[in-house]
């Protein structure tokens, strides 16, 4: 088989750009070990920005998003005892769009169906090869047939642990991270949120986050140890902790109801350095991790894939290296801002070992700055809602 691009992972980042490419008039074929209906059983993010929802208006697949999505104008700050809202549409003029990432997935994955493009599921033992020239190629087994694909490009788009950055020389790559010391316990519910917009909340306790799917579907975190299982928290324990953290008026206000899904994540930044190697080029989560608290892992991998898809359009109708020649550089400027925001949030709003006297009066002079002062809200706001592709 031969195609323009090989991309390895059907996640957003490989259907987005998938769906880009094709959109521009590029040949790409998508490679996934796992089935369709294990890619939309992961759980995950629930925010968007304005970019990538127009990123998914350009493709015809922001229909539903628009029509079921929740517009989000502010996000709340619990401190105290007490809520804070930061008005982020007054400061930036953008919004944030609730909408889960499965369900981008799903609309995305209709879209390829919809316009007959091939997508390779359950395709084992997927590795790249030859990226370093200028015929590489990439070799997958598909119902115990041994294939390969040759292609110009390859575009990484499968995950932390994923086969494309595991295949780049230890010598050619760097890679930063901090692990946090501690973890997000999430549950689901089939329960109306407790506010209308997202509440962060700082507490002695522990960080905890009341968000939502939809106004019938609630998503709730809480700061847990890494040492925890998902056995030791059920739906009664996790309630009752949950409102311990909450302001007065939100733990009266919260529905509970049975789980139907329980997870706990770890917290990591990570990134990578570079997101190109030759003719392979890393995009989302393949390339970077940030913790959950500023909502931009899903972001970021859109933001990759909007410069990937233009720099692959310049070389192929322009005839011009330029753009997949900046790629990395471009996309990493961008990376470091989201992942600098996300440790911000996640230092501010968590309790970490060290966080007793000296520390907590910290963040809580933080908070206070934040809420009290137009200028520290404005900045909050245009990192939260997403800085300028």
Known sequence: MRTKVAIIGAGPAGLLLGQLLHAYGIDNVILERQTPDYVLGRIRAGLLEEGTVALLDEVGAGARAHREGLVHHGVELAFGG???????????????TIYGQTEVTLDLMNARKAAGLTTIY??????????????????YVSDGVACEIACDFIAGCDGFHGVSRASVKPSAIETFERVYPFGWL???????????????NNHARGFALCTMRSMHRSRYYLQCSLDDHVEQW???KFWDELKRRLDQKA????????????????????????????????????AHIVPPTGAKGLNLAASDVHYLSQALREYYDEKSSAGID???????????????????????????????????????????YLVSSKAASASLSENYVGLPY
């Open 234 to 236: 059920p739906d009664e």
């Open 186 to 200: 999430g549950i689901l519910s089939e329960t109306p949120p407790v506010s209308h917009e997202l509440i962060y």
């Open 326 to 368: 900046f790629y990395s550089q471009k996309a990493l400027a961008r990376v470091w801002k989201a992942v600098r925001f996300s440790w911000w949030m996640t230092s501010m709003l968590h309790r970490f070992p060290d966080t007793e006297g000296f520390g907590a009066r910290i963040q809580l002079a933080e908070l206070d």
């Open 251 to 286: 733990a009266g206000d919260l529905v509970t109801g049975p789980s139907i899904e329980k997870s706990i994540a770890p917290l990591r930044s990570f990134v990578a350095e570079p997101m190109r190697f030759g003719r392979m080029f890393l995009a989302g989560d393949a």
């Open 122 to 139: 359950r395709a084992a033992d997927v590795a790249p090869h030859d990226f370093d020239t200028d015929h590489p190629r990439v070799s």
């Open 82 to 96: 007490a809520r804070h809202r930061i008005d982020m549409h007054a400061a930036t003029g953008k919004t944030v």
